[in-house]
């Protein structure tokens, strides 16, 4: 069944952050995605211009209309309007036809522009919502606002810590329980854009549908958080300030349990004449690495290509069109295995799953036979090898933001 999740959230005129963000975010990550609008605000990238808050009775006819319907999965709650609306909110929501809804509070107070979006009334009325949270996803300003994390976790909700407000080129977010203290951490390298518009909302949002299909929440916040990288890096430039995201350009990524068939490397015999050949076909070139013999394309709707000198050709002296003193831009995947049947120079087909290791244990324990069980290999993919009864290559994989937007892209 199709998750559903409702969004409790004030609306962005220009389409960056608020219900607009949450809306992309759900549908993208295969949700449904209901809203009960709690202000209407008339911004765009350099700020907000105006707020019009929507009275509470209507904020509870729309989440009433909504559940007697269609049935809610899990709550995303953001801008929430004023402190009369975060009570009568957190009540509706502690009834019993809500009660087992997962509950993701992102605590809006400032926009990214620097607006401000909640009194301190409303910050106060804040604690009723807490009480109701499955968690909590506050940035560094927000989470002292809130008390800091004692504060928080005192009312029995987890807390996700973003990193994104911290100094330095990392960003952690961190996964604390009220319970364990802190039970998973995440770093990686800031993502250098002033698109950054809706972030906060997008990433509690793809929280939210993550817990309405199922999955546990340290899962679901790691999906979450791939979608948000990826939706930054495809953030399409608009607007003259803080830019929205791209969450419509994050298209096969492999964030999903099922397998996505996103990938495929053929053998070329000159590296030259095939880059000038895909890229006369239309496709992106995304890696260069002649040295390697190695390119990678990207087709418009994200799926990837690459080609690959073959073992052979580079052991002749790296083949026609390629230099042995050409700079690269990557460090290019090694020689594959050879598969039965076929030598050394196939084609090998990509598979690429958010749950890698615990899809190829579902595989191995049924008898499918692996030639490398999943190893993390130094171009930033996670990788499994095998080949199918036809002796074609395949490799099941994770790569996250590492296939389309490795740091080395062209």
């Not at 019009?52 to 729309?62: D, F, I, K």
């Not at 350009?249 to 964030?255: F, M, P, S």
């Not at 083949?319 to 084609?347: I, K």
């Amino acid at each position: 069944m199709t998750a559903r999740v409702l969004i409790i959230a004030g609306s962005d005129s220009g389409g960056g952050a608020g219900i607009q963000a949450d809306i992309k975010t759900v549908t993208m990550l295969g949700g449904h995605a209901m809203t009960a609008i709690t202000a209407i605000t008339a911004q765009n990238t350099m700020g907000v211009q105006g707020v019009h808050a929507v009275p509470t009775e209507m904020v509870l006819m729309q989440i009433d209309s909504v559940v007697a319907d269609i049935g809610v999965d899990a709550v995303k709650i953001g801008m929430i309007g004023s402190a009369e609306t975060a009570a009568a909110a957190a009540e509706r929501l502690a009834r019993p036809d809500l009660a087992g809804a997962a509950v993701v509070f992102d605590p809006v107070m400032v926009a990214t522009s620097g607006s401000v979006l909640a009194d301190a009334d409303t910050i106060r009325a804040f604690e009723a919502l807490l009480d109701r949270a499955t968690v909590v996803t506050p940035n560094l300003p927000e989470l002292a606002a809130l008390g800091g994390e004692a504060a928080v976790l005192a009312h029995g909700c987890a807390l996700l810590v973003k990193g994104g407000h911290g100094e330095g080129a990392t960003v952690t977010d961190r996964l604390i329980e009220p319970d364990a203290g802190e039970v998973a951490r995440w770093e990686a390298p800031r993502i250098e854009s002033r698109n950054t518009h809706g972030t906060g909302c997008t990433l509690a949002s793809g929280i939210a549908t993550g817990l309405a299909q199922g999955m546990p929440l340290e899962p679901a916040v790691a999906r979450a958080r791939d979608f948000v990288r990826l939706a930054l890096m495809g953030a399409p430039g608009l607007g003259e300030g803080h830019g929205p995201m791209g969450q419509q350009t994050v298209r096969n990524d492999g964030l999903f349990t099922g397998p996505a068939l996103n990938q495929i490397t053929l053998p070329v015999r000159d590296y030259a004449a095939s880059v000038a050949f895909y890229k006369q076909m239309g496709l992106v070139q995304i890696v260069d690495s002649p040295t390697n013999g190695y390119a990678r394309f990207e087709a418009a709707n994200g799926v990837t290509l690459s080609i690959h000198l073959s073992p052979s050709r580079l052991r002749e002296g790296l083949g026609e069109g390629v230099s042995p003193g050409a700079a690269s831009s990557e460090t290019g995947p090694p020689p594959t295995p050879p598969a039965s049947g076929r030598g050394e120079d196939g084609t090998t087909t990509y598979l690429e799953s958010g749950a890698l290791d615990a899809w190829v244990a579902y595989l191995a324990r049924r008898g499918v036979a692996f030639e490398q069980m999943p190893k993390d290999e130094t171009w930033g993919w996670r990788e499994a090898r095998l080949t199918d009864p036809a002796g074609n290559r395949l490799c099941l994989y994770q790569a996250g933001e590492y296939r389309r937007f490795p740091p080395w892209r062209v």
